[in-house]
């Protein structure tokens, strides 16, 4: 059975920067039921705590990140770039050890957004652009979804 990598906050986990978590979608309850979930939050694996200070991508591209070319900066402006790219590494390990081709991540988080982030001003404004974890798992050929496209997804592994 097709394993999935999904975001902890998105099962209701209480690891955001603001301490919450969100409701799970019905689907995701039935995945997880099945067993086919592997849970992670890349910031928390990389080692922040919760709650944390927001943290943002100059410009919103995760890949520049990992490329070192960009930094991750709280909003009190200190540096996080090493615990997101741990994280990041971290979803990477269990994308390899569990065989996994697909991802469900949280819409526009600096580590999980596939689509869209902030754009590093914190104040709300969103540009076209990956979380450093999302542009990871990307880069190693691995799908990633959003909560907005779980219906894709779904369709996907029933074809
Ligand atoms: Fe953790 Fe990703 Fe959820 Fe942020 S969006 S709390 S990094 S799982």
């Given at each position: 059975?097709?394993?999935?990598?999904?975001?902890?906050?998105?099962?209701?986990?209480?690891?955001?920067?603001?301490?919450?978590?969100?409701?799970?979608?019905?689907?995701?309850?039935?995945?997880?039921?099945?067993g086919r979930l592997?849970?992670?939050?890349?910031e928390v694996a990389?080692?922040?705590?919760?709650?944390?200070?927001?943290?943002?991508?100059?410009?919103?591209?995760?890949?520049?990140?990992?490329?070192?070319?960009?930094?991750?900066?709280?909003?009190?402006?200190?540096?996080?770039?090493?615990?997101?790219?741990?994280?990041?590494?971290?979803?990477?390990?269990?994308?390899?050890?569990?065989?996994?081709?697909?991802?469900?991540?949280?819409?526009?988080?600096?580590?999980?957004?596939?689509?869209?982030?902030?754009?590093?001003?914190?104040?709300?404004?969103?540009?076209?652009?990956e979380g450093v974890?999302?542009?990871?798992?990307?880069?190693?050929?691995?799908?990633?979804?959003?909560?907005?496209?779980?219906?894709?997804?779904?369709?996907?592994?029933?074809?």
């Open positions: 059975m097709e394993k999935i990598l999904v975001s902890a906050c998105l099962l209701g986990q209480r690891v955001r920067y603001d301490g919450g978590g969100f409701d799970p979608l019905q689907q995701l309850l039935e995945w997880q039921a099945q592997v849970v992670v939050c890349p990389g080692g922040l705590p919760t709650p944390r200070a927001p943290a943002e991508i100059p410009g919103g591209q995760g890949a520049e990140v990992l490329a070192g070319r960009l930094p991750v900066h709280t909003d009190q402006g200190e540096d996080v770039t090493a615990p997101f790219v741990r994280g990041a590494e971290q979803a990477l390990a269990l994308v390899r050890r569990h065989g996994i081709r697909y991802a469900l991540l949280k819409a526009r988080s600096p580590s999980c957004g596939n689509v869209e982030t902030y754009d590093g001003s914190f104040s709300g404004v969103r540009v076209s652009g974890a999302a542009a990871a798992l990307r880069q190693a050929g691995v799908r990633v979804f959003n909560e907005e496209q779980l219906a894709d997804l779904a369709a996907l592994l029933q074809s």
